[in-house]
Structures are given as C-alpha cells and as structure tokens.
C-alpha cells in the first residue's frame, strides 16, 4: 500500500529547491534506488511539503528553527546542509552567531564550536567571512 501524494510531493520538491537548491535536490534524488527512494519521496513531502509548505511560518524563521534543533541534535551533516539553505533564505551571518550562542547555551559549549566550525566553512564559500 502506498500514500504517496504527488502534490505534497511536487509543493515539497519546489520548497526544497527554493531553500536547498535545485542542483543539490536533484542529485538527491537521482541518486535514491529502491532502497532509498520511498524515504526521500516522503521526506520530500512530509518535511519539506507539508512541514515547509504551509505559510505561517516564513522560510527564513523555518530556517533559523532548523538550524536551532539540527545543532541541539548535532547534526552537523544536516546543519552543514541547512547552514547552506539558511542563507538562501534570507538568514544573515549575525543570525546565525546568534543561533549558535543559543546553541551553546542550552546544549553546552562543545556544541557550539561544532556548529561554529561548520558555519565557518559554509560562510567562507559565500565570501561572507
């Protein structure tokens, strides 16, 4: 049985390019196999349509809370990820310290030299350091 939604699916795809990229959505997807591609159909609708696709909250504060959560999880894969859509979405570098000093606070000090590495890295690619 399958609940596939092709239009949560394309809302999400659309959402996920917009804040991700298009390059790096495709190549996700091309990459899954019919091990993987149920996952990226329904994270792509799941997180990404539903999740992102409704309009309460904006892209840009979506982002600022992912980027939050993913660092509280450490993630740094998937922050490295969001840093990147972070920025796409408006969120400036000062936001992101700011982001990461609440990091720090609320999980500890490892944590957020974790998160300002990565930012770092992510900055320095878009010539913002």
Request: some cysteine; overall charge negative.
């Amino acid at each position: 049985m399958s609940s596939f939604d092709e239009d949560l699916f394309l809302k999400g795809r659309a959402q996920r390019e917009a804040t991700l990229g298009a390059d790096y959505v495709e190549k996700n997807l091309a990459a899954a196999d019919d091990f993987t591609r149920p996952f990226q159909e329904a994270m792509t609708a799941g997180c990404w349509g539903f999740g992102w696709g409704d309009e309460v909250i904006d892209a840009k504060t979506r982002s600022m809370m992912n980027l939050s959560m993913i660092g509280a999880l450490g993630k740094m894969t998937e922050w490295e990820i969001h840093c990147r859509g972070a920025l796409n979405n408006g969120v400036s570098k000062e936001e992101i310290r700011a982001i990461i000093h609440v990091v720090g606070i609320y999980c500890g000090v490892p944590q957020a030299q974790e998160c300002f590495r990565v930012a770092r890295k992510v900055l320095a690619e878009n010539d913002m350091l």
